[in-house]
């Protein structure tokens, strides 16, 4: 188990580096030039002169070659130092550790909705296959999939902010706050789950191993939590690291639409401003969310499926 975490671990760290080219890169390959357009933006549209375009590369480095750019960079960031915001002229450091806090946040409310709801109803569809619940499920799922997170966000709003009354619109520092955000998250993510706990239950019940529990009279509940659910246990892992990583997806437009701090929000306010300091560091944190997210389910389902370990 431990050279295989090794392996990924290794693979992880170099996928990080390439990303972290790409995204440098990719904003310095822009049309326009790259000191000229930063400039701009701090200048509020003011067309900047050729010397102090100049000036702002010399102080900032942009006349150097890319590679010693990224190197010079890189180093900064490996010890510490994630830059200065062009737009506020304050570190990215201490802004950027909130945001992430508040996404984690968001994300583990709405995955965790997202189980609690996803899994009982999948159970209890695949004891009724072919019924109305699991018809009703079906239609759910396809909606929930179909449905843009934008317009399914501002229907909340509109409904329990504005008719009602009941919640908060946008903003963060209560329960209250989180929960219109962690339901239009939460509810993308538990039709897919439980169409999957569903099918993969199904499957289960016809194995020779629940015929011959059922055989020694075992009651469903038995049967279900100790011998079915457990079986199906590293491929629900799975499948709900790779929903958590779509929920930092869906983060950033729930996030923008209410006012959520999070490192979605921060992404697209810093695209507006061109603040690419602060561009950089969100592409770098989301790629890092992302490497983590599937670090972790690869020890969980390790740990979980013994012939996982056996294989290793």
Avoid at 32 to 53: I, K, N, R, Y
Avoid at 60 to 65: A, E, H, I, S, T
Avoid at 75 to 86: A, H, I, K, Y
Avoid at 270 to 287: G, M
Wanted: aromatic residues 8%.
């Amino acid at each position: 188990m431990v050279r295989r975490l090794s392996h990924r671990l290794v693979q992880s760290v170099i996928l990080l580096f390439l990303v972290s080219i790409a995204g440098f890169a990719l904003l310095r390959l822009l049309p326009g030039d790259f000191a000229e357009v930063l400039l701009l933006s701090q200048m509020d549209g003011t067309l900047p002169d050729a010397a102090a375009v100049d000036r702002f590369s010399a102080e900032n480095g942009f006349d150097d070659p890319l590679p010693v750019q990224y190197l010079r960079w890189l180093g900064n960031v490996l010890t510490g130092d994630l830059g200065t915001s062009f737009v506020t002229g304050e570190s990215v450091s201490a802004d950027i550790l909130l945001r992430i806090r508040q996404s984690l946040i968001l994300a583990l409310l709405s995955i965790g909705l997202a189980l609690v709801l996803a899994v009982p109803i999948g159970c209890f569809c695949a004891y009724h296959a072919g019924g109305l619940a699991d018809r009703l499920l079906a239609a759910a799922s396809v909606a929930g999939l179909s449905i843009p997170n934008f317009w399914y966000a501002l229907l909340l709003a509109l409904l329990f902010s504005l008719t009602l009354g009941w919640l908060p619109s946008s903003g963060h520092g209560t329960i209250a706050h989180a929960v219109l955000p962690t339901l239009v998250i939460a509810t993308t993510m538990t039709g897919v789950i439980a169409r999957f706990v569903r099918a993969r239950l199904l499957d289960e019940f016809h194995h020779a191993y629940i015929r011959t529990a059922k055989a020694k009279g075992l009651s469903q509940t038995r049967i279900l939590l100790h011998h079915a659910l457990p079986n199906i246990l590293p491929s629900l892992l799975t499948l709900t690291g790779l929903q958590f990583a779509r929920a930092f997806d869906g983060m950033i437009i729930v996030e923008t639409i209410f006012a959520w701090p999070g490192i979605g929000s921060l992404l697209v306010a810093s695209l507006l401003n061109r603040d690419y300091p602060l561009i950089q560091i969100c592409f770098l944190v989301i790629a890092c969310g992302y490497i983590i997210i599937n670090l972790l389910v690869d020890y969980l389902v390790t740990l979980a499926d013994p012939r996982v370990q056996e294989a290793i």
